[in-house]
């Protein structure tokens, strides 16, 4: 399984785990050994590449943007992949806050987070 070669860390905002994702339905994932932390900033920072999984635009720029999110936890060398179903307003919101930290950002199509995954190894 993909999950057994990463080390993951996770943040969920329903307090349900995932791989190093920030992912809202998170339970088909769980069985993977992680270590949970409180916040997306946490995640950013322990992670090399963060992937953020968020059902609408509201709630990915929260967890991207907002107090305690990713974009506090990045910095040079570091990625944000965002697998979010949001609109381009929002993904231009995410994108310009995380470059900000001189980390990378990616917008990958919702379906298709797979790839990234495999893009970004």
């Not at 791989?19 to 916040?39: G, N, T």
């Not at 946490?42 to 992937?51: I, K, L, P, R």
Request: with cysteine.
């Amino acid at each position: 399984m993909l999950l057994s070669m990463l080390s993951s860390t996770l943040f969920e905002r329903k307090m349900r785990a995932t791989l190093c994702l920030i992912y809202e339905d998170a339970v088909v994932l769980r069985a993977a050994a992680c270590r949970y932390v409180p916040s997306p900033a946490q995640v950013a920072s322990s992670c090399d590449v963060t992937f953020a999984m968020l059902a609408d635009p509201q709630s990915a720029a929260e967890v991207a943007c907002g107090a305690g999110g990713a974009a506090e936890g990045l910095a040079p060398g570091k990625g944000y992949v965002d697998v979010s179903t949001i609109d381009g307003a929002t993904s231009k919101l995410i994108g310009e806050r995380i470059t900000s930290t001189g980390a990378s950002f990616l917008e990958v199509v919702p379906g298709h987070w797979l790839h990234a995954i495999a893009y970004v190894l």
